[in-house]
C-alpha cells in the first residue's frame, strides 16, 4: 500500500498502525536481514537481532511518517543506523573491557563446546521462530524491556504509552509468549490449551530441554512422580472408583477365554487383575518401578499368573503391532504430553478387528487437582477423545461422559470434587 506513490494520506489513515507495520514488515524483512547478513560478516544471528531491533524502531515512529512513498528508504536509514550503533557499541565494550567482564567471557569461553553452541543456536533460531508468530505491538513490548533492557517507563516513552498501559501490554505479552513456546514445543495448534493448561504445562518445561522433545523430561518428571505415590493408588478411595467403573469397562466388548489384551498404564494392577479372569492373558505396561512391583505383589497375593507385567514405556520401546484383542488405557491420558500420538500407539497394537477403549477424566477446571496430582491435562472433552479416536483410525467410534461414574477427590484445602469419567472407544 504505501509503497506505491499513488497512494493519498486518506487511504493511509483508513489503515491501522499495526496492519501498515505488518506490511512493511512482510515486503521488507528479508532484504534487511539480508542488509545485515552482508554487512555483519554473515553471522546470522547478529543479522537477526539487528533486523529486529530495526524493525522495532520503524513500529515506534511510525507515527512519525508522513510520507508512505519513502518508507523504504526511512526504513533503510533505521537499518543504518542501527548498524552504526552497534559497531560503535563493540568498539565501545573493547575498549572498556575490564577484569569483571573478562572472567565472565573466560567463563562462557569454557561452556563453547559443540555441544553447548548447538544448543544455544539452536534455542535461539527456535526463540526467534517463536517470537515472530507474536503481533507486532507484543514483540516489541518484549524487546524493549526484555532485550534492550529499557527500563518499563524508557519503554513506555519508546512505545508513546503510559507507563500502566505499558507494562499491562508487557505482561500480556509475556503471557502470549509463554503460550507460543508451549504450543510450538508440543507441536499442537494454541487455541487447543486452555490458560490452566499452558500454566500447568510451563512448569514442567525445563530450559536445559527446550531443543529437545520436551515429552522427555516430562516424562521422567511423571515417572518419578509415580514412583513416590504409587503406594496411594490402592488406598480404599480408588479401589471404590475402580469398583464403578470396571464392570462399565469389561461388558463394553465380548470378552472371551482365548482373548490376549493389554492395559496401558496398569498403575497398581487393580484393573489387569480383573482383566485377567476372562481372557487368556493380559500384558501390563507401566514405566513406574513401583507401580509394577505393586502390581506383581498383588498378583501373587490373588495367585494371578496370566497376567505379565511389562515395566517400560509403552509409547517407546519394542510393544509391536497387531498384537491384542483389546486394549484399555483407563486414567492414564492426562498424564501425557502427546495424548493423540499415545492413542495412536495404542491402536497400532491391536489387531484388525480388536478395540481400544479409553478412560479419563471428564474436563474439569480444577487447577488445586491438577497440580497437586502432576496432571498434565485438565481432562478431556468429548470432541478431544473423538478426535483422538478417529484420527488413529478407528471404526464404531462412541465418547460418553459420565457423571454416574465420577470420580470422588479429596482435595487438600478440604474441599471435595466430583468428576465425571470420559470413556471412549473404536474398532480397528
Ligand atoms: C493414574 S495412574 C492409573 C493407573 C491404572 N490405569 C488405574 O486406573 O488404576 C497412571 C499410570 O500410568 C503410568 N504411565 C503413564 N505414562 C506411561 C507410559 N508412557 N508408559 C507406561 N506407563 C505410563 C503411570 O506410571 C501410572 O502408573
Known sequence: LFLSRDNNAEVISLVSKDDTFQILYEKCYNPIFKFFFNKAFFNHFVAEDLTQETFIKAYCNLDKVRDYSTVESWLYVIANNTFNDYCRDIKRKEKHR????????????????????????????????????????????????EYKNYSYSQAATAMGLTLSAYTSLFNRARKKLKEATIAYLLRIDRELLTENEYNSLSKWIDPRHLSSDISDSIKQEMKDYFNEDASTYNNHLYQDYHNL????????????????VADFGMGTGIFAGKLSRYVKRVDGYDFSNEMCSLARQSFKTQKIENVMCKNQDFLYHGVSSHQYDYAYCITVLHHITYPQQAVQKMVDTLKIGGALIVSDFAKHKHTEIVEARS??????????????????????????????????????SGNTVLIPTIMGGGEK
Open 98 to 145: 575490564n577484569y569483571s567482564e573478562l572472567d565472565y567471557n573466560s567463563i562462557k569461553y569454557t561452556e563453547n563446546t559443540p555441544d553447548h553452541l548447538l544448543l544455544c543456536n539452536e534455542f535461539k533460531g527456535m526463540f526467534g521462530q517463536i517470537f515472530m508468530t507474536l503481533p507486532p505491538k507484543y514483540r516489541c513490548a518484549v524487546f524493549l524491556h
Open 245 to 260: 467403573i470396571d464392570h462399565y469397562l469389561l461388558s463394553k466388548y465380548p470378552i472371551r477365554k482365548e482373548h490376549i
Open 375 to 412: 496432571d498434565l491435562w485438565y481432562g478431556f472433552t468429548q470432541k478431544q477423545v473423538h478426535e483422538f479416536l478417529k484420527k488413529s483410525g478407528l471404526k464404531n467410534i462412541w465418547v460418553e461422559v459420565r457423571k454416574d461414574l465420577s470420580r470422588l477427590i479429596h482435595l487438600k
